[in-house]
């Protein structure tokens, strides 16, 4: 009864949300939305005129260089203000998502050290982290290729008809490329604490799978250590039970903040690529629950339904982390021991992102269309290879996928000014693929555990048993 009452509250959160940005955009932030919209023409025609001006020495070229940083400084103000007018909102979810940060490297942490602890050898360990990691990758694979074959398919950039920009104009996202060093040193840590206090989950899993280890090769002394952490995670796991209390009122002011800044017309503006990307999106969790279904047989179901608080909640907070300690819980009621799920789900929120792993070709190729660019099969297989091992290094970074994306297209000679395009629209976005990546994950360790003979019936609902 209470799961059901909470995502009640969550749906009703979001009904509201929307109905409270619509009214609060229309009577409070529409001026300075004018504001700023103004501006950006000014801006953008002031850059056109720069841009053919041939003596940079000129008093003219001066002048228009001078009404440039005027019209952005008007445009940083307007947007420190329409900040200020909404902080009311985002406070709320900020304030959870905060909570949730608090829980989840310690929880990550002590869940971890006790599932390797008890499975044991290192063998074991081995064994299910090679079945783990074939199904990241064939997941991987799938969301990106299927994301490559569907934007090909809908081609939603062919509308825009962008003429290609000027090379001295940027987004301002610092993007990531492709470097092994920086792979390198963000998989392991140089310091656990540091890894703690940074919420580098990657990190965390890195120095668990070691203690974990240890700590089952030293025998019985081992014992307190597991019992000790054990108690700690179902201390946490009880915080995480009044944390989830919150979660209304933080998809109340995460959406409200959404459509109070944007808009309700930045979804007709764009309504044809969110239309695609979202159906693409319920594409790949058709898939993802067909190939749950295979391993999982009808069982499949219950656990979608279990995880469906889960889901609303990385919806509406726009990240797959906030969903992390109630998508554990969740999946040891439905059978999975806690040896396997602290495991696999650790390692899935590093490895598994399959929604922005689609998001990221979808939105790759789709600026590519925009400015008319042909990319041949061969160079859409390579962006994938590229975008596969450089999505890998960067959990935790905000918005993340942007700054992948922002890295990978420059390698194409895609212009990153284009990301421009996708900034307005992004936390749309980042509602589906963060419900997604929560959805892939869980399923990840059913399967890992079906396939470990380690799920038990203890899940089934009531109408099953």
């Known amino acids: 009864m209470q799961k059901s009452k909470l995502t009640l509250y969550i749906f009703i959160a979001l009904v509201l ?59 940083k103000d307007a947007d420190k203000a329409r900040e200020d007018k909404l902080e009311i909102f985002t406070i709320l979810s900020d304030v959870f998502l905060r909570l949730i940060k608090m829980i989840v490297a310690p929880l990550v942490f002590t869940t971890l050290v006790v599932g390797v602890a008890k499975v044991g050898d290192i063998k074991a360990v081995g064994r299910i982290g090679g079945k783990t990691l074939l199904w990241f990758l064939s997941a991987t694979l799938v969301s990106l290729l299927l994301g490559m074959m569907l934007v090909n398919f809908f081609r939603p950039g062919e509308a825009m008809h962008l003429p290609l920009p000027d090379s001295h104009l940027s987004t301002g996202i610092q993007k990531t490329a492709l470097s092994l060093r920086d792979f390198i040193s963000h998989v392991f840590p140089r310091s656990f604490v540091e890894s703690m206090a940074n919420n580098e989950i990657l990190q965390i899993v890195v120095f668990a799978l070691f203690f974990g280890v240890a700590t089952a090769a030293i025998g019985e002394k081992g014992d307190v250590v597991v019992k000790a952490l054990d108690a700690i995670a179902h201390v946490i796991l009880k915080i995480t039970g009044y944390v989830m209390q919150l979660a209304p009122l933080a998809v109340f002011g995460a959406i409200t903040a959404i459509i109070a800044k944007q808009g309700l ?96 070709t979808f939105a790759s190729l789709f600026l ?45 000679n895609i212009p990153e000014a284009g990301l421009a ?25 059913a399967v890992v555990s079906k396939w470990e003979g380690e799920l038990s019936n203890e899940g089934l609902s009531e109408g099953e048993k």
């Open 265 to 360: 017309g930045i979804l007709s503006t764009y309504a044809i690529f969110i239309g695609e990307f979202y159906f693409s999106l319920l594409l790949l969790w058709l898939v993802i629950v067909l190939a749950g279904f295979f391993v999982l047989k009808g069982r499949v179901f219950n656990l979608v339904s279990r995880i469906k608080d889960a889901i609303l909640i990385a919806f509406s907070t726009s990240t797959s982390e906030a969903a992390y300690p109630k998508v554990l819980l969740e999946l040891e009621r439905f059978g999975c021991k806690d040896k396997i799920v602290s495991f696999v789900l650790p390692l899935g929120y590093s490895f598994n992102l399959d929604g922005s792993m689609m998001y990221m």
């Open 368 to 412: 590519a269309q925009s400015y008319n660019i042909h990319l041949s099969f061969q160079h859409q297989l390579s962006m994938l290879l590229v975008l596969m091992l450089t999505s890998k290094g960067i959990a935790g970074v905000p918005r993340a996928s942007l700054v992948v994306i922002a890295g990978t297209v420059s390698m194409f």
């Open 17 to 75: 949300g929307v109905i409270a940005g619509y009214t609060y955009n229309a009577t409070v932030i529409n001026n300075i939305n004018t504001t700023i919209s103004a501006a950006e023409v000014k801006i953008k025609t002031l850059d056109e005129q720069i841009a053919v001006s041939a003596d940079t020495t000129a008093i003219s070229f001066k002048t228009l260089k001078k009404e440039r940083a005027a019209q952005a400084t008007v445009r």
């Open 421 to 445: 395009l996708l900034i307005g629209i992004d936390p749309l976005l980042d509602m589906g693929r963060s419900a997604t990546n929560v959805l892939g994950n869980a399923m990840a360790t």
